[in-house]
């Protein structure tokens, strides 16, 4: 038993390699290819059944790509659009499950509004790997990517909140709104204090104790899964949790971690989620034929009109929102209006298109328990899961295939590329003047006397004169031929120089995160290969 299903996990591991490279072959988006590919081997005969327990889902996939989205996630952007985000991860979580619940009371036979809430509650969020997927190829402003990501942060947690006071109310047949409405906040604000407890001191094991690059990345995985048990053991929000303790960690990364330890944890994390991720979404298609084999009661042709009704309402329901989110505050306030420009009803209405359902929705959908307490079984549970997929399935490929479309069709752009490009020029040429100024203060005979110190600040002098060169690549010669220890030495203090510099730019905050973790990603391989 335990051999198959070991031999069906790397099956499927395989799977999702074999799918993703097709995917790229065809320039399709890979979490819409691999929806539609698991959905299509699922009615494969002789394919075995792929049963997920509830709990296992929600606590193996969820805390890590949680943790990892919180990890890539700038704090500083995050702040800067936290209105925008809240509306959306809040309000508009809030909104869709109020208005699916009534929606699907109303039209189902049969469905209590508990019922709809749950349902709503699984299907309110948007994915954060979906929008980003079909979004990285293509050039749009950095502002909407942002407000995207955040909310889809803010959004797994507020909406899994209410997917958890729904259930119980569907368990006890007891539901009292203000109550819930405390409990939500409170059950969120505890949530994020665990994790940041529990990050603080993950924090001071890293900066205090001497790790290596193993170990640290050892205790980045951990690490999620540690902050989201506690936090539930104690019926607070473990996802808030892990997304508070991930950015809590993460603006501190710069500091605890070395070189060479950024290097190991991005490059594992880099493949853990690409993989956790593509498990996620082929596993929804596999899904499908199962659930459809449980329904009962319900007519295959009426359950596909509930859902795909559903699927329409959820995305009017985020255009309905998202364009008075974005204008009526401006109106209320004149300190919006000078502190920020009017945004412009393209961008605003591709935040709005941009609201695929992915991971999330079908891991809460997949938590319903099977049973209720008594031991009877869940009512409607899969068509509960049946309505989840369909409604995933449209938004990824309707909102998703049809987004570069619709983005060429409003002539989108990229704003502020040419401003990206000076603020890399900037950043550069501050770390090639640190680099410098070290140089000339602490080996300043040395540059006079020998060629090889001489060269070096020659280059860095042209890096200066022409900002948006890089590197020259002279110094791979310079140390495989072993030139003097003491040349060996300043190349890696000047990478130092360059880290203290780096600070100085975080502190200041004057550049985005990504363009400077850019810039620390390239001193952390130069340090590398100095150390080899």
Do not use: C
Not at 81 to 89: D, G, P, Y
């Amino acid at each position: 038993m335990v051999q198959e299903n070991l031999l069906l996990v790397l099956s499927l591991l395989f799977a999702v390699s074999m799918l993703t490279i097709l995917s790229k072959k065809l320039k399709i988006p890979y979490p819409i290819f691999l929806v539609v590919a698991g959905l299509l081997i699922g009615f494969i005969p002789g394919i075995p059944d792929v049963v997920l327990e509830p709990d296992f889902v929600f606590l193996i996939f969820l805390p890590p790509l949680l943790y990892s989205a919180a990890w890539n996630t700038s704090w500083k952007d995050f702040w800067d659009q936290r209105r925008n985000i809240s509306l959306l991860a809040f309000g508009l979580v809030i909104f869709t499950s109020t208005a699916i619940a009534f929606l699907s009371h109303g039209m189902i036979p049969g469905f209590s509004l508990a019922m709809g809430f749950l349902l709503g509650g699984i299907i309110s969020p948007p994915d954060a790997v979906a929008a980003t997927s079909v979004l990285q190829d293509l050039k749009i402003p950095k502002r909407i990517v942002t407000i995207l990501e955040g909310e889809s942060l803010i959004n797994d947690a507020s909406s899994l909140i209410v997917f958890r006071f729904a259930l119980l109310a569907v368990i006890t047949g007891q539901f009292t709104f203000w109550k819930a409405t405390g409990d939500f906040f409170l059950v969120a604000a505890l949530g994020v204090l665990a994790g940041i407890v529990i990050a603080y001191f993950i924090y001071n094991i890293h900066r205090l104790l001497p790790t290596s690059g193993s170990v640290d990345t050892a205790l980045t995985l951990i690490s999620p899964y540690l902050m989201y048990i506690t936090a539930e053991h104690f019926h607070y929000s473990g996802v808030m949790a892990v997304v508070s303790g991930g950015l809590f960690l993460s603006y501190r990364s710069h500091i605890i971690f070395t070189y060479s330890s950024r290097i190991q944890i991005y490059s594992f994390w880099e493949t853990l989620v690409f993989l956790l991720n593509g498990m996620v979404f082929i596993l929804i298609g596999l899904q499908l034929p199962q659930i459809m084999s449980g329904m009962k009661g319900y007519s295959l042709a009426s359950v596909i009109f509930y859902a795909v009704v559903i699927s329409l309402v959820t995305i009017i329901i985020r255009i309905i929102w998202v364009f008075p989110g974005a204008y009526i505050p401006r109106l209320l306030s004149s300190a919006i209006r000078q502190k920020e420009a009017r945004p412009p009803w393209k961008s605003v209405f591709l935040v709005a298109w941009s609201g695929m359902r992915g991971v999330v929705s079908l891991s809460s959908a997949l938590a319903v328990p099977l049973t209720l307490s008594q031991g009877k079984a869940f009512p409607q549970r899969d068509l509960i899961l049946f309505i989840t997929f369909i409604v995933i399935l449209f938004t990824l490929v309707l909102q998703g295939l049809s987004l570069p479309w619709l983005i060429r069709k409003l002539n989108i752009e990229g704003a502020g590329e040419e401003e990206t490009a000076e603020q890399e020029a900037a950043i550069r040429l501050r770390l090639a003047w640190a680099a410098l100024n070290y140089m000339q203060d602490h080996y300043a005979s040395e540059v006079n006397a020998v060629d090889a110190y001489s060269r070096l600040k020659e280059r860095y002098e042209r890096m200066i004169e022409i900002a948006n060169k890089k590197l020259l690549k002279d110094e791979n010669s310079v140390t495989a031929s072993g030139f003097l220890p003491k040349y060996r030495k300043m190349l890696i203090e000047l990478v130092a120089v360059r880290r203290q510099e780096l600070q100085k730019l975080r502190d200041e905050k004057l550049y985005p995160d990504e363009l400077l973790n850019n810039r620390e990603w390239e001193l952390d391989l130069e340090e590398a290969r100095l150390n080899e």
